[in-house]
């Protein structure tokens, strides 16, 4: 097929045309140059910074959660938590200004425009939206609680429960006591009060004077004892139904429930022989706590406190 094109010496470009054409020429290169610039710098590891994102595991406490957050922003030690003032956070009113238990486990994005107050305030609005939905409140009323006290509850299923599967049980524990009338009796609430982790509870500890003593005082400790993730929440409204009173992880994988008191003491006694690498006695010793806690430390401590910073910039999600 014959095209139409006249011969390439016949092709005359006017004054304007040829003005035009250096123009498209010139720009043709500089974008040329603003593509290839990119992949050349991609190929050596130099890649332009994305925004990153904090994360915040399930049961750290609050003081960590200040830690992490001055890591992440690169401030001195404490400046998250006087920027509390400031913040003007979204707490119920029995939390008085304490947000222990409404900062939420979550992915953060962190930028330059990011301040103290501003993740805080994130964190906050982000647990006021997962906890006072349907489900969390009206789990809470048919409990006969209101959803702050739900939080305590579900603070310290977080802290005690070994595993996930055994949320809802160390729950049912909970409730089985405060109906019983009986102390709550858990480590972790004393080594809230006490600012530590651990599995060894001494008598003397038991006699702390702290209103996190739940040893001596009965009902719940008056706040969160650290920021519960959704599994713990959902524990905390929707306990699966059991007699249990007492419960101790004897080992890994192996955490024990019971109703009579008397199995409960065997248990402890193998637990605390399994801590001091003896055969297990027959009963445990004087000074062992009633109430014997998981065998590994509370969830709010077991991660490292340093900030976790990831490249991403999605909003908040729970972590796993």
């Not at 001055?70 to 304490?98: C, I, Q, R, V």
């Not at 729950?171 to 089985?176: L, Q």
């Not at 199995?263 to 690498?277: I, K, M, P, S």
Request: charged content about 15%; overall charge positive.
């Amino acid at each position: 097929m014959q095209q139409n094109i006249p011969p390439r010496g016949t092709i005359r470009l006017t004054r304007r045309g040829r003005l035009v054409l250096i123009l498209l020429a010139t720009g043709a290169v500089v974008a040329g140059a603003a593509v290839v610039v990119p992949l050349v710098t991609a190929r050596h590891g130099v890649q332009e910074a994305k925004p990153a994102s904090l994360v915040i595991p399930e049961g750290w406490r609050a003081s960590q959660v200040y830690g992490a957050v001055d890591k992440a922003l690169a401030l001195p030690a404490g400046s998250t938590e006087k920027a509390l003032p400031k913040a003007h956070l979204k707490l119920p009113t029995d939390a008085a200004g304490n947000p222990e238990g409404y900062l939420f486990p979550a992915t953060y994005p962190v930028t330059k425009k990011t301040t103290p107050e501003s993740l805080l305030s994130f964190m906050v609005n982000t647990a006021n939206k997962k906890f006072n939905g349907a489900p969390i409140a009206a789990g809470a009323q048919r409990n006969a609680m209101n959803v702050y006290q739900a939080v305590t509850v579900a603070s310290i299923v977080q802290a005690e429960a070994a595993s996930k599967a055994d949320m809802g049980k160390v729950a049912r524990v909970v409730f089985n006591r405060l109906e019983r009338g009986m102390p709550l009796q858990m480590d972790s609430t004393l080594n809230y009060a006490l600012k530590r982790a651990t599995l060894k509870t001494s008598a003397d500890d038991t006699k702390l004077a702290s209103p996190y003593n739940s040893y001596l005082r009965m009902g719940l400790p008056p706040t969160p004892i650290d920021n519960p993730g959704e599994e713990a929440m959902r524990a905390a409204v929707n306990p699966p139904a059991g007699d249990w009173l007492y419960f101790v992880t004897v080992k890994p994988g192996d955490t024990r429930f019971t109703a009579d008191f008397a199995e409960h003491q065997r248990n402890v006694a193998e637990f605390n022989a399994r801590q001091n690498g003896s055969a297990p006695q027959a009963t445990p010793s004087s000074s062992a706590p009633q109430i014997a806690q998981s065998s590994s430390a509370p969830q709010a401590t077991q991660r490292s406190s340093a900030p976790q910073i990831t490249q991403n910039s999605s909003a908040p999600q729970a972590t796993k």
